[in-house]
């Protein structure tokens, strides 16, 4: 399964048809379909890597957390891990999605609710779900492979709790198909939580000490012994077993979040599974990131055709990207516009994307003027 677009009404302060696509609009050169594209059937490709830029409280995060309830429904069929985006969201949120899976082009509609009796649970009410053979002569014509009106209806004749998504009916078993990584710490202090990760895959955990010596060459590895306890060794062959709080302890912050994160790349490229990281950059060397990034755009690496998809302040890495169209403006204006850099901002691809951000060419500058009142305040 992967997703082809996504369009969403009434999230949050997102403006009305607030649409991502991972399908390229470009031209597509023979580098491009070898480092920057997925070729997930005849003639049909999507990112391998999807950037979202914008200055502060432009909507980049809001962005992301409407992509993680998109994979939360592929995943579990169902509102489950990103249900704290729902806190503050009154209105029903309207979504429509089409995505690839099995040799057909799907499209599904439904609008998610608060269950006005349970804030812990959204609703699924008017699900639609359509269904269209793909034909190589569909992806080179964006038009036609989401020409809805040529999608023929799925019925659906299963008798489904409310807060569950007809998607079962297609996908049927329960996987990780997106993993969500938000900016905050919490998620990547989950050293039991990595380890099941790798349980899910072939258990080999030879990797682990590979991804710790980027961090800190003084270890040589952990292991989990139980959910409690864990044993740390050291490159001086020293061992110490400590519980889940004195490894937190222990190990710098840094550390933490490079193995978790990176254990969830170590997943997303086993599995196939897309990563949505927002903020990148955070607590990670410039070099690492850019190595992380260029991990996706490794066929011989990423051999199941994941897709990273982040935000990040770091205008530089937008220099990674070939292409032009698998890169997002994130604006607010009252509401929040996402922009394409391909389709609002014409330019040559070869050129530099780091200057054009630098000579606010997306209207993107830091505001100068706040700057310099604040710097007057402190005078």
């Not at 990563?275 to 950059?281: G, S």
Request: hydrophobic letters at 35%; a negative charge.
């Amino acid at each position: 399964m992967k997703l082809l677009r996504v369009v969403a009404n009434n999230f949050k302060l997102c403006e009305d048809n607030f649409t991502i696509d991972f399908i390229p609009k470009a031209n597509k050169t023979a580098d491009d379909k070898e480092f920057e594209l997925h070729e997930i059937s005849d003639n049909l490709y999507t990112f391998t890597t999807v950037g979202i830029i914008g200055k502060n409280a432009s909507g980049k995060t809001m962005t992301v957390e409407l992509l993680s309830v998109i994979y939360d429904i592929f995943s579990n069929f169902r509102i489950k891990n990103s249900i704290d985006i729902f806190k503050y969201i009154n209105k029903p949120v309207d979504i429509d999605i089409y995505f690839f899976h099995d040799s057909y082009l799907y499209r599904y509609v439904t609008t998610l609710y608060k269950n006005s009796l349970d804030d812990t649970t959204v609703l699924f009410k008017n699900q639609r779900l359509y269904k269209r053979e793909y034909q190589k002569t569909y992806g080179c014509n964006i038009s036609k492979l989401f020409d809805y009106e040529k999608y023929q209806e799925v019925i659906n004749n299963t008798d489904l709790p409310e807060d569950t998504s007809i998607i079962y009916t297609i996908l049927k078993n329960i996987t990780i198909r997106g993993i969500y990584c938000p900016s905050e710490d919490f998620i990547y202090r989950n050293y039991v939580g990595a380890f099941n990760l790798y349980k899910l895959l072939d258990n080999n955990l030879d990797i682990i000490s590979s991804i710790l010596k980027m961090f800190d060459e003084h270890l040589e590895n952990i292991e989990m012994i139980d959910e409690t306890k864990f044993k740390i060794v050291y490159s001086n062959k020293k061992t110490r077993e400590v519980s889940v709080k004195e490894l937190y302890d222990i190990l710098s912050s840094g550390t933490t979040k490079g193995f978790c994160l990176f254990t969830f790349v170590v997943f997303s490229l086993k599995s196939g599974c897309d990563l949505i990281i927002d903020e990148i950059e955070n607590h990670f060397h410039k070099t690492l990131v850019e190595n992380l990034v260029n991990l996706y755009k490794d066929k011989s690496v990423n051999k199941k055709n994941a897709t990273l998809i982040f935000t990040t302040h770091y205008c530089e890495l937008l220099d990674l990207f070939n292409r032009s169209d698998n890169i997002y403006i994130s604006k607010y204006d009252n509401k929040v516009i996402l922009e394409n850099m391909y389709e609002n901002y014409k330019f040559r691809p070869e050129l530099s994307k780091s200057n054009k951000f630098y000579a606010n060419a997306f209207n993107t500058d830091v505001n100068y003027e706040s700057l310099m009142n604040f710097k007057k305040e402190l005078m």
